[in-house]
């Protein structure tokens, strides 16, 4: 298999030959048909975040260890699969859960694995879709996709999980209106997702003219161009 993969803080991407996975037990194995490129890439290329006022973050202080292949928005086929899998089959279509936890600490006992003391996110603590094939550690972490463009689904456990987690919180006390501030990626995102699961009237505040219409387009019910006061469409 190949893999292309970041050996270190703002170095070129290696192309390298690896040997393909081989899946155990609950183990899974997919051949990857499209994967997402997420501003975290950048920062774990760049081998870190910036905080600002001259500090820097290190990703190697977080326990990245380079060299490795990122991607963690992932789509891809079933290839093979460990003996103890249930529920899925050879040739399945599947999205990826990245955030995935040791198992072993209070937040994933708890089921929240996002918030592992010593994560093991795909493409960020151990090896991503950057690459053929890619081996997820089990098959709970694999959702089932159908009838949605591959490209366009890569980005669902991770930018749409995030909108939908806002979404989901700013809903409950105010339900009439919710304002989305940005209409980027994750704003875009925000609006689809309103338009979904609440009643609310989507207001998206943005910048850009272009983007807005795109909002429109994408269902908010108002929008407001920040760099003109009291400018509002519907």
């Keep these: ?131 053929d094939v890619v081996l997820i550690p089990h098959y709970k972490y694999l959702a089932k996709i159908e009838g949605v463009d591959p490209d366009a689904a890569t980005s669902l456990a991770c930018s749409g999980l995030t909108a939908y987690t806002a979404i989901k919180k700013a809903n409950v006390n105010y339900p009439e209106f919710l304002v989305i501030v940005g209409a980027g990626g994750l704003g875009l995102m925000g609006i689809q997702i309103a338009k979904a699961i609440t009643k609310s009237k989507i207001i998206c505040v943005d910048l850009d003219d272009k983007r807005l219409e795109t909002a429109k387009e994408l269902g908010a019910d108002f929008v407001v161009n920040s760099n003109v006061i009291g400018s509002v469409t519907t």
Aim: hydrophobic share 30%.
């Design 1 to 131: 298999m190949k893999a292309a993969r970041i050996t270190g803080p703002n170095e070129p991407l290696q192309m390298v030959e690896l040997e393909s996975p081989k899946p155990n037990e609950n183990q899974v194995v997919i051949k990857v048909k499209s994967v997402g490129v997420c501003h975290s890439d950048l920062h774990l290329w760049e081998g870190g975040y910036d905080l600002g006022d001259g500090k820097f973050m290190k990703v190697t202080d977080r326990g990245v260890k380079y060299p490795v292949t990122p991607g963690h928005e992932i789509v891809g086929t079933i290839l093979e699969i460990g003996k103890d899998v249930t529920g899925f089959s050879q040739g399945d279509v599947v999205l990826v859960y990245p955030w995935q936890g040791c198992g072993k600490c209070p937040g994933c006992e708890a089921k929240n694995e996002n918030l592992c003391d010593a994560p093991r996110s795909m493409g960020v603590f151990q090896d991503g879709g950057y690459a």
